[in-house]
């Protein structure tokens, strides 16, 4: 295949090859910023240091500095622009951010259900922040500062403490990140965000490729399944893309009918698995998430609209508020292992579909910006979004408190919408763009 060929099939659909690509934006100190914040998302203290030790306590002070930080950059770039820019085009965020503070009114735990809710708004404007630093080649410079600092810190830390062997198999890595499942998905993006800025001549190919390789081994390393399925995924929709660019098929369409599949496969599924595995037993080949899934269920029998409320079902171990549901009270059920059964099992099945609503708009509207403005982000935009989708599948990602994964979903959707709309950002004047 000849180098101009190969380009062509690399680049979404309507982007002529051979055609210089943009430089990366300048970082500035706002993308400084941005950079730091995701590196601390991504490296939570509390698995490194004793909970009886003053480190987290300052970490939590840390982030609420963040917080307002944050909110002081969007009043200060914005006036209240941005907040009547994004109630009106993440109608879905909003009502989800809205539910999570109302769910203090029927929470098992109300003090803890309001005061996590206003950690996870503090988290949403940190994403919402970040999608509107600037331009997309911005947001691109931004998450290649964070991938290389990830990756290559991660890599030295798993070589400079190695852990434990377990049943004569080495545990997978898990970097700076607070589990192997974590490591393993922030890898796997990072490969496929260096794939396509190298294809994309966004760079030194040489250092690209080099990141890309690192990437896919830290994947390796990371030993996680999930991580595995998020990677090949993510290349089949990359691969798809590439197809449709050459064929000249409609991109949005076909991302449509794919999204909605999709989300309904990761929504659904586990709850059919839980309920298999209620009803025949035998061993978990899932990691104890077929038990979670049922006790999930079970949640959802007792109070299928509300659930128990935001923060006050998992993570709890030995403090669980829902003795009955045993499963909880296991040090392994951190969470419901499953974005939408996360959202209904806390927040109630209502708002379980309005979770699946936003992952659609935000895949159906990146498939758009695919269509109608090609670019390395808006290639890179949908193909996360879907890795992170997939990866709902055996893990929480939607509406997790200081956590990398839902800040990119926020991030990423607020870009694609600003690019949508033809603007850069909320205009100060009030007037969307």
């Not at 990437?215 to 998020?230: I, L, Y």
């Not at 006050?312 to 059920?333: D, I, K, N, S, Y």
């Not at 708009?361 to 982000?377: D, I, K, T, V």
């Not at 990866?391 to 408190?401: K, S």
């Amino acid at each position: 295949m000849k180098e101009s060929d190969a380009r062509a099939a690399a680049a979404p659909a309507g982007e002529p090859a051979g055609v210089p690509h943009e430089a990366l934006a300048p970082l500035g100190w706002d993308g400084i910023g941005a950079t730091l914040i995701l590196l601390v998302a991504a490296a939570p203290v509390r698995d490194w240091v004793s909970d009886h030790s003053i480190v987290p306590v300052l970490f939590r002070v840390l982030w609420w500095l963040i917080y307002l930080a944050v909110v002081a950059r969007l009043f200060q770039e914005f006036g209240t622009a941005w907040l009547r820019w994004t109630i009106r085009y993440q109608p879905a965020l909003c009502a989800l951010l809205a539910v999570t503070f109302a769910s203090c009114l029927w929470s098992l735990a109300p003090a803890l259900t309001l005061q996590k809710a206003a950690s996870l708004l503090g988290t949403t404007l940190v994403g919402v922040w970040i999608g509107s630093t600037g331009p997309p080649q911005r947001v691109m410079r931004i998450l290649y500062w964070t991938f290389t600092l990830l990756i290559l810190s991660s890599i030295v830390v798993a070589l400079a403490l190695p852990l434990p062997v377990a049943e004569a198999e080495p545990m997978g890595w898990r970097g700076i990140m607070d589990n192997r499942n974590s490591f393993g998905a922030a890898a796997a993006l990072a490969a496929v965000f260096f794939l396509i800025v190298t294809l994309r001549r966004r760079g030194h190919p040489l250092w690209g490729a080099t990141l890309c390789a690192l990437s896919v081994f830290a994947v390796t390393e990371a030993r996680s399944r999930t991580a595995f399925v998020a990677l090949a995924v993510c290349l089949v929709a990359w691969v798809c893309m590439a197809v449709a660019s050459v064929t000249r098929r409609p991109i949005h369409a076909l991302v449509q009918v794919l999204s909605i599949w999709l989300v309904l496969g990761v929504s659904v599924v586990p709850f059919l698995v839980g309920l298999l595995g209620t009803v025949l037993g035998g061993p978990d080949p899932l990691n104890a998430r077929t038990e979670i899934w049922a006790g999930s269920l079970a949640i959802l029998r007792e109070r299928p609209l509300t659930g128990y409320g935001y923060a006050a079902v998992w993570g709890r171990a030995e403090a669980t508020l829902l003795p009955q549901v045993e499963v909880t009270a296991r040090p392994f059920a951190l969470t419901a292992h499953n974005s939408i059964m996360n959202v209904a099992s806390e927040l109630g099945i209502p708002a379980a579909i309005v979770a699946g609503v936003y992952l659609f708009g935000a895949l159906s509207r990146a498939g758009q910006l695919c269509e109608r403005a090609p670019s390395a982000f808006s290639l890179f935009a949908l193909v996360c979004l879907i890795g992170i989708t997939v990866m709902g599948f055996a893990e929480a990602h939607l509406l997790q408190i200081h956590w990398l994964f839902w800040i990119l979903v926020v991030a990423l959707t607020v870009t694609t919408r600003r690019v949508l709309n033809g603007g850069t950002a909320p205009a100060r004047s009030g007037t969307e763009q």
